[in-house]
């Protein structure tokens, strides 16, 4: 079953109001087969779907990302092969493997 990105009535952080008509982008989040839209950046796309981006190194807390342009470095997450990108300044692509959880080494 693959997790299309949200109407209104999911539970996400953001909700998409407007642009529903571009191309779909399937990806991988915690291992789960997500949809997004061609043009979301990783932070729409995981936004979309969960409460949060990741947890804080530093707490117990969720962190869902502040400036929104690649200033505050709120947003990395990591990808499958373990190596990190920034979520509010890399665009969504086909087949991306993307994780909330950071690698045991980084625990
Ligand atoms: S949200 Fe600030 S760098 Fe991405």
Do not use: Y
Not at 17 to 28: N, V, W
Not at 73 to 93: H, K, M, N, P, Y
């Amino acid at each position: 079953m693959i997790r299309k990105w949200p109407k209104a009535t999911d539970t996400g952080r953001i909700v998409r109001l407007a642009e529903q008509g571009r191309p779909p982008i399937r990806f991988r989040l915690n291992g789960t087969e997500c949809e997004a839209l061609s043009g979301d950046t990783v932070l729409t796309a995981i936004l979309l779907s969960e409460k949060a981006l990741r947890r804080s190194e530093f707490g117990p807390e969720s962190r869902a990302g502040f400036c929104l342009m690649g200033t505050c470095q709120d947003c990395w997450v990591w990808q499958e092969d373990g190596s990190r990108l920034r979520a509010c300044t890399t665009f969504i692509a086909e087949g991306m493997g993307l994780k909330t959880d950071a690698p045991e080494e980084w625990q």
